[in-house]
């Protein structure tokens, strides 16, 4: 499915360009693409973003399957930031079948699938992932937690099953109940005008009448039945357990010292989980880690020694370390807006940006999303490519990134 940028998209120039046929030309428009598209991302701007990244797949030689998988794999992000979830597991599917060994591919695909309710697919995709990089925690609890969500969908996949085999046989035994007092008022009827042999009724009787065959009788366990029978396999009865009505029995209370005993919950004696809430330190901290960033252009940029700098940050978000049967787990899903400031021989601008996904799925290293990217003053309009530059697409912004990824070693140190 091709993308239609937006009606105003800046970016027709490269996206209305025929394709060089040579190969030095088609590279450095791959790029232009390549840039463009992830500065899209950054700012949100989704179907430009996918129409830059399909143009580049148009740009891509024959023989680079691992550049094909990754824009496969932008452009199934950007279409599940759509919403458009089929379209997005298309994509990740060409990224896969681009490049098996690429493991972004496959994380995709099991996105796209989880999103589609696919849990089971879901989990397979997610399992090849991790095959190709088992150290990948964010990995490991994306894995976990739609194994999860697949064993919760087996489940109510076998109480519907088991609620329609309720429903189905009391109907039955209603048709059966009904078809026995018309035999049993046939009977008496015959027997009082005619007063034949009586007749002797066979409960095990597996032989079928005429009548009995055309309206769809069977042999079940020996006996006869009629087709409506469903008997429930052994997975849905090990999925479900025992269903039948139990007598309730009184319960006593629980004793006082199960319930205070070292400081657990009384529905987690074992010990298996116990979570403590960080949030406050974590929104604290991370905030003051932010509003310290600050970078100066280098000698060899338009504005040398200009200063980009954090004016403020708005953190928000939720923190906390888990113990999982003994394992410490640290839990964060954290946003935060910034607004900066730029100052250059006298000129100054502000403007402001988000980080909306400061959580575990983006591992020590690698860029954070960022949206919203405004420039809300500058002195000279000339600086804004400066500014779209360094502190949009690099300089400050890869300080912030850096000043996350310190507030993920602080959290784990201090806790």
């Not at 790029?31 to 891509?60: I, M, T």
């Not at 020694?305 to 954290?334: C, F, L, P, W």
Request: with cysteine; hydrophobic share 35%; net charge negative.
């Amino acid at each position: 499915m091709n993308a239609s940028p937006s009606p105003f998209s800046a970016h027709s120039d490269v996206l209305d360009a025929a394709v060089p046929d040579d190969a030095g030309a088609k590279s450095r428009l791959l790029e232009e693409l390549k840039n463009r598209g992830k500065a899209s991302v950054a700012a949100g701007r989704w179907p430009d973003a996918q129409a830059l990244y399909e143009k580049a797949l148009a740009c891509c030689q024959d023989d680079a399957p691992n550049q094909k998988a990754i824009l496969y794999s932008n452009i199934s992000l950007v279409q599940g930031k759509m919403n458009h979830w089929s379209e997005a597991k298309q994509s990740a599917s060409n990224a896969v079948a681009a490049d098996p060994l690429y493991t972004k591919a496959w994380w995709r695909l099991g996105q796209a699938q989880a999103s589609l309710k696919n849990f089971e697919d879901a989990v397979k995709s997610l399992e090849e992932a991790a095959k190709l990089e088992p150290s990948n925690k964010a990995l490991h609890k994306e894995l976990t937690k739609q194994k999860d969500n697949a064993e919760k969908e087996a489940i109510e996949k076998a109480k519907r099953e088991a609620a329609k085999a309720e429903a189905v046989t009391e109907r039955e035994e209603a048709v059966t109940t009904t078809s026995t007092t018309t035999k049993k008022t046939e009977v008496e009827t015959k027997k009082s005008t005619s007063d034949p042999e009586p007749m002797q009724i066979d409960e095990e009787d597996t032989t079928f009448s005429k009548s009995e065959a055309f309206r769809g009788y069977k042999i079940v366990n020996g006996k006869k039945t009629s087709y409506f029978h469903n008997e429930l396999s052994e997975e849905a009865k090990r999925l479900i357990g025992d269903i039948a009505p139990k007598k309730l029995e009184a319960i006593p209370p629980a004793p006082v010292e199960a319930i205070e005993n070292k400081g657990t919950s009384a529905w987690n004696k074992a010990g298996t989980w116990e979570e403590r809430d960080c949030t406050s330190w974590a929104t604290d901290s991370l905030k003051q880690q932010l509003e310290k960033v600050v970078y100066t252009l280098p000698s060899s940029s338009p504005a040398p020694s200009g200063i980009v700098q954090t004016k403020k940050a708005d953190v928000s978000g939720h923190a906390s370390v888990a113990m999982v049967r003994g394992k410490k787990r640290y839990i964060y899903e954290m946003s935060a807006k910034l607004e900066w400031s730029f100052s250059h021989e006298g000129n100054d601008a502000n403007g402001k940006i988000a980080f909306p996904d400061i959580d575990g799925t983006c591992m020590v290293g690698e860029p954070y999303e960022a949206s919203g990217f405004d420039i809300d003053h500058s002195d000279d309009s000339q600086l804004r490519p400066v500014l779209e530059t360094f502190v949009h697409k690099q300089g400050w912004r890869d300080q912030v990134h850096e000043a996350i990824d310190a507030w993920v070693k602080l959290f784990k140190e201090n806790y």
